[in-house]
């Protein structure tokens, strides 16, 4: 039986996660609060209200170190609170204390990539790699199969997804791909893989380089996918546990 393992949410793009027990999942929406912020580094073109592609922010596959921070969210208070191994604890607001992040966020950034110069906001959709508002599923047993021919532990966290299923067989996610799943309440347009860059190299936990696992993917597949991404196609509640059923 496959079913939800684990649910994460990353409130800044790139700058750490936060797991949950449950979500509300709205049509046409990512995850609530999920990369709701992204960091805009100083050569970004944006426009103001609009979504832009990932060169255009401070992230892991540039910045190793940023893979090593978490994020708890104060939905009451509107604050975030970011930890890291090498930084003391912060809490702010990212709509009215920057400064104070970008402080915080600056001893992390090497001096050779452009800096981080402010918090980019979109609501709603948020700031997905995708050009669509997209929720990310990862697959245990991929993760698993994939540790074992590196002879490595490999943390489901490096691949920043949303929903971590269990209960599938090895690679399977990829046969969901234009099929629709319900979960929980919710339903799920499965709309194609996730290609991976160079994040997926960093250890959470340290925010240092230490698998190949890009190499890994293409000595063994010939492609870089892992994991699937998905649009929201009915509104609903899911949880951890809840099952997935193929529509």
Same mark, same amino acid.
């Given at each position: 039986?496959?079913?939800?393992?684990?649910?994460?949410?990353?409130?800044?793009?790139?700058?750490?996660? *936060?797991?949950?027990?449950?979500?509300? !999942?709205?049509?046409? *929406?990512?995850?609530?609060?999920?990369?709701?912020?992204?960091?805009?580094?100083?050569?970004?073109?944006? @426009?103001?209200? *609009?979504?832009?592609?990932? +060169?255009?922010?401070?992230?892991?596959?540039?910045?190793?170190?940023?893979?090593?921070?978490?994020?708890?969210?104060?939905? +009451?208070?509107? @604050?975030?609170?970011?930890?890291?191994?090498?930084?003391?604890? /912060?809490?702010?607001?990212?709509?009215?204390?920057?400064?104070?992040? !970008?402080?915080?966020?600056?001893?992390?950034?090497? %001096?050779?990539?452009?800096?981080? %110069?402010?918090?980019?906001?979109?609501?709603?959709?948020? /700031?997905?790699?995708?050009?669509?508002?997209?929720?990310?599923? /990862?697959? !245990?047993?991929?993760?698993?199969?994939?540790?074992?021919?590196?002879?490595?532990?490999?943390?489901?966290?490096?691949?920043?997804?949303?929903?971590?299923?269990?209960?599938?067989?090895?690679?399977?996610?990829?046969?969901?791909?234009?099929?629709?799943?319900?979960?929980?309440? +919710? *339903?799920?347009?499965?709309?194609?893989?996730?290609?991976?860059?160079? +994040?997926?190299?960093?250890?959470?936990?340290?925010?240092?380089?230490?698998?190949?696992?890009?190499?890994? !993917?293409?000595?063994?597949?010939?492609?870089?996918?892992?994991?699937?991404?998905?649009?929201?196609?009915? @509104?609903?509640?899911?949880?951890?546990?809840?099952?997935?059923?193929?529509?």
């Amino acid at each position: 039986m496959a079913q939800v393992s684990a649910l994460w949410r990353h409130p800044i793009k790139g700058h750490g996660r *936060e797991a949950l027990t449950r979500a509300i !999942l709205t049509k046409g *929406e990512a995850m609530p609060w999920d990369r709701r912020w992204a960091v805009a580094h100083e050569r970004a073109r944006l @426009t103001e209200g *609009e979504w832009a592609p990932s +060169a255009n922010f401070s992230i892991g596959s540039k910045v190793a170190a940023l893979m090593a921070i978490n994020a708890t969210v104060n939905e +009451a208070q509107r @604050t975030l609170t970011l930890t890291h191994p090498e930084r003391p604890d /912060l809490t702010f607001d990212p709509d009215t204390e920057q400064q104070a992040f !970008l402080d915080w966020v600056r001893p992390l950034m090497p %001096v050779n990539r452009a800096q981080s %110069v402010r918090l980019y906001r979109l609501d709603g959709r948020g /700031l997905t790699d995708t050009d669509y508002p997209s929720v990310s599923l /990862l697959n !245990l047993a991929s993760n698993a199969d994939l540790a074992s021919r590196m002879d490595a532990e490999i943390s489901p966290l490096r691949w920043r997804c949303n929903i971590h299923l269990e209960g599938l067989a090895p690679w399977s996610e990829f046969d969901l791909i234009d099929k629709t799943v319900r979960i929980g309440d +919710a *339903e799920l347009r499965i709309r194609e893989p996730i290609k991976r860059c160079m +994040a997926t190299t960093a250890n959470p936990e340290t925010g240092a380089r230490d698998l190949d696992t890009l190499g890994a !993917l293409n000595a063994n597949w010939n492609h870089q996918d892992f994991g699937i991404y998905a649009e929201v196609t009915k @509104t609903g509640t899911i949880s951890a546990g809840d099952r997935i059923e193929v529509l």
